[in-house]
């Protein structure tokens, strides 16, 4: 498992200031993650990587729910993934943590980065 954090310091051209951008990227079983929705501070690698299984692999994107002090995962697709459906369609993720999850729990969301090898 490999996470990385990247840092950059960028000049918004309409309000003249310096904008902080972090992303963080996480490896787990050859498959490259970036976090894209971190509601409420929920990420945290290491309860990720105790519920993370060779399941997720063949989804595009996974989202990690935090009730009760409980994370759980579920994946989601997009069009052309063999693995997607109506339950996992990602265009229905904010119908799912609204109709499925605890009401304003912490919850974030991973992006798989696809390249050469990572096409799964």
């Known amino acids: 498992?490999?996470?990385l954090l990247q840092i950059q310091l960028i000049k918004s051209r309409k309000?003249?200031?310096i904008i902080l951008v972090i992303s963080?990227?996480?490896e787990v079983n050859d498959?490259?993650?970036k976090l894209i929705k971190d509601y409420r501070d929920a990420f945290d690698k290491d309860a990720f990587l105790e519920k993370?299984?060779?399941f997720f692999d063949c989804y595009d994107y996974?989202?990690?729910d935090i009730a009760y002090s409980k994370l759980r995962l579920k994946g989601f697709a997009v069009k052309g993934n063999k693995v997607f459906n109506k339950i996992n369609d990602y265009a229905r993720?904010?119908?799912y943590i609204k109709?499925?999850?605890a009401f304003d729990c912490r919850y974030f969301i991973l992006e798989k980065i696809k390249d050469e090898k990572n096409t799964k």
């Open 1 to 3: 498992m490999v996470v």
């Open 31 to 33: 498959n490259k993650y």
């Open 52 to 54: 993370y299984t060779p």
């Open 24 to 26: 963080m990227n996480i």
């Open 62 to 64: 996974i989202v990690g």
């Open 93 to 95: 993720v904010d119908k």
């Open 99 to 101: 109709e499925n999850c």
């Open 15 to 17: 309000y003249d200031k």
